[in-house]
């Protein structure tokens, strides 16, 4: 029998909606644009075009995933992110538009700097933060820790896409260990933050992520604890903590930083008002 895109996006979307994925047809349209190495417009210009036998089995391996609860980035092996396009795989957490809030910050803070700067990012998994810091803010170098040696290998590999790889190093390691004796004007973290006991509650696409990039911890503060200490030591005078904060951690985390000694201590929301980000300086 002979399918055109058309109808092979139909039959996929009505797939995916009775399974109930959010957004049926939109991943259907990406995976199919990704099999057929074209463009989620060329699939309405093309509408009627007949694909070959092979495309459609190879689709609906990748839809049979997606059914299975497989995020479509790990189907096609890439998310955009700060305009970007990472590499990532099952080893890495799917970079989110929320972290481009802590992105940014970080970003403008260093530029604003107006010199040659250096940052660590801690727990860098794809590399998102790091790599597009380091690709809008040319006078920077980083130092990127993560404790999985496979989430650096996608890293390392997305440094090297965005020919920024002459400005970073990497580290494996637990934290700030590998850091030892450096100074950086910044620190940033998006580290993981769910509670342990709500790990099994989340969305099968969530739950097919490295529980090392999600296991915050039984309170889920864990790691920012562990940066309001350690962190100070890390920065120059002045210096920027900047992390990423889960729903309803903001002003625990404020409080965290506030007592390590941070002054300046700030709560940042995302563009839906949502708490995000907690910063703080170190005291000159
Ligand atoms: N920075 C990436 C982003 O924003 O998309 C990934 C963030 S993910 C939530 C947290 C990362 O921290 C994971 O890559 C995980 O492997 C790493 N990690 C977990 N425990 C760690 C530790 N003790 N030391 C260093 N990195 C750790
Ligand atoms: N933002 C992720 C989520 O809520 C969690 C990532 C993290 O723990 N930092 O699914």
Redesign the pocket.
Known sequence: MKTSINETLKSATRRLTDSGIDSPRLDAEVLLAHVLNCRRLDLYVDAEKILPLEKILRFNELISRRLEGMPVAYLTGTRE?MGLKFSVTPD?????PD?EIVTEFVGEFLRALNREVTFA??????????VSILKFIKLARSCA????SK?LEVAELNARKFHVDDRIEFFC???FAPLSGKIFDAIV?????IPTGELETLQAEVQSE?T???DGGTDGLT?YRRLADASPKFLSSGGLLAV?VGINQASTVKDLFTRAGFVDVEILRDLSGIERVVCGRKIS
Do not use: H, K, Q
Request: aromatic content about 8%.
């Open positions: 992110f890495v957490l799917i970079p989110r972290t990012d801690i727990g860098t998994g794809s590399g998102a933060i790091c820790v993560d404790v999985s989430a390691g637990d934290m973290s998006n580290p993981p933050y490295p090392l990039a999600l790691f990423e």
